[in-house]
T-cell receptor
Framework: AQSVTQLDSHVSVSEGTPVLLRCNYS??????LFWYVQHPNKGLQLLLK??????LVKGINGFEAEFKKSETSFHLTKPSAHMSDAAEYFC?????????????FGSGTRLQVQP | DGGITQSPKYLFRKEGQNVTLSCEQN?????MYWYRQDPGQGLRLIYY???????QKGDIAEGYSVSREKKESFPLTVTSAQKNPTAFYLC????????????????FGDGTRLSIL
């Protein structure tokens, strides 16, 4: 069975400082992993995805994530936070051969950016 | 511009009433999904459809129904049997994949917020 755990429900950073949003996953097969961002009262927007190519994945808006199989982690980082990065972020896993379920969503991390 | 359109943005339901949420996509995607989002929780899958005229229950299908008569459209009906319907509902689509597996990202609409009167 697949699962995903976002280790922090809230993260607060100052503008211009680095961002780290942590995600651990559990998967029976070779997973595909995604990070999505959600602004208030909006749908989810894809930031980046990992599908067994390069382990360091670059996404939009300066975000990147590193797939570490030995640690079963897929943490999201950004070197310098911007006020517009304040939003909710979801780590998502898609597992081969899991039957009905195509994607499993983490519970989300709310990122606050202080001026 | 391709995308997913959900309507209405806000919807109110009276006790004992069925309401239908609309979802239309012009991305030519085969697969479509409905999710429910509650505060502080991730998305939970209600129903999904891999092709026209076929759909499958997700994790929380009780009290909901769907149809998939056209590739572009995947409406969700919240029936009176759903006792706690207040939530944010999100529709998504993706390039089709084998049932239960997809390494393709999903594209989301902007959601419908449903409340009880």
């Amino acid at each position: 069975a697949q699962s995903v755990t976002q280790l922090d429900s809230h993260v607060s950073v100052s503008e211009g400082t680095p961002v780290l949003l942590r995600c651990n996953y559990s998967s029976s097969y070779s997973p595909s992993l995604f990070w999505y961002v959600q602004h208030p009262n909006k749908g989810l927007q894809l930031l980046l995805k990992y599908t067994s190519a390069a382990t360091l994945v670059k996404g939009i808006n300066g975000f990147e994530a590193e797939f570490k199989k030995s640690e079963t982690s897929f943490h999201l980082t950004k070197p310098s936070a911007h006020m517009s990065d304040a939003a909710e972020y979801f780590c998502v896993v898609s597992d081969r051969g899991t039957g009905r379920r195509a994607l499993t969503f983490g519970s989300g991390t709310r990122l606050q950016v202080q001026p | 511009d391709g995308g997913i359109t959900q309507s209405p943005k806000y919807l109110f339901r009276k006790e004992g009433q069925n309401v239908t949420l609309s979802c239309e996509q012009n991305l030519n995607h085969d697969a479509m999904y409905w999710y429910r989002q509650d505060p502080g929780q991730g998305l939970r899958l209600i129903y999904y459809s891999q092709i026209v005229n076929d759909f499958q229950k997700g994790d929380i299908a009780e009290g909901y129904s769907v149809s998939r008569e056209k590739k572009e459209s995947f409406p969700l009906t919240v029936t009176s049997a759903q006792k706690n319907p207040t939530a944010f509902y999100l529709c998504a689509s993706s390039i089709g994949g084998r049932l239960g597996y997809s390494n393709q990202p999903q594209h989301f609409g902007d959601g419908t917020r449903l409340s009880i009167l």
